[in-house]
């Protein structure tokens, strides 16, 4: 494991981080993107439902959060965003999942 300076004392003793150039970002996305064109018609449909379930979740979250809320405005705001975010951050693990597994193959 190369290096990165991001040494802890405790049981995760190293961080490793993706840092890529943007040419390399830029060829990754392209990549994602023609791998989603190669998805079956019943991949992408259950891709759909999921994503709809986990933005429906962090809209639940957000409202469980903001509701009833006694911290102010700006702070009840700020939570319920860093909530509604945990269905947008589900969206994006469950694509690059699909991703990762379609590259293997």
Do not use: N, W
Request: glycine residues 10%.
């Amino acid at each position: 494991m190369p290096d990165d300076g991001l040494k802890s004392e405790g049981a995760a003793s190293h961080f490793q981080f993706d840092a890529y150039a943007p040419r390399e970002i830029s060829k990754r996305v392209k990549l994602a993107a023609v791998a989603k064109t190669e998805l079956s018609v019943g991949q992408l449909l259950v891709l759909a439902i999921l994503a709809g379930a986990f933005i429906a979740f962090g809209a639940l979250t957000y409202t469980l959060v903001v509701a009833d809320s006694t911290f102010g405005t700006g702070p009840t705001k700020l939570l319920g965003g860093l909530a509604f975010s945990v269905g947008l951050i589900l969206v994006s693990e469950r694509t690059c999942r699909q991703q990762h597994g379609r590259q293997k193959t």
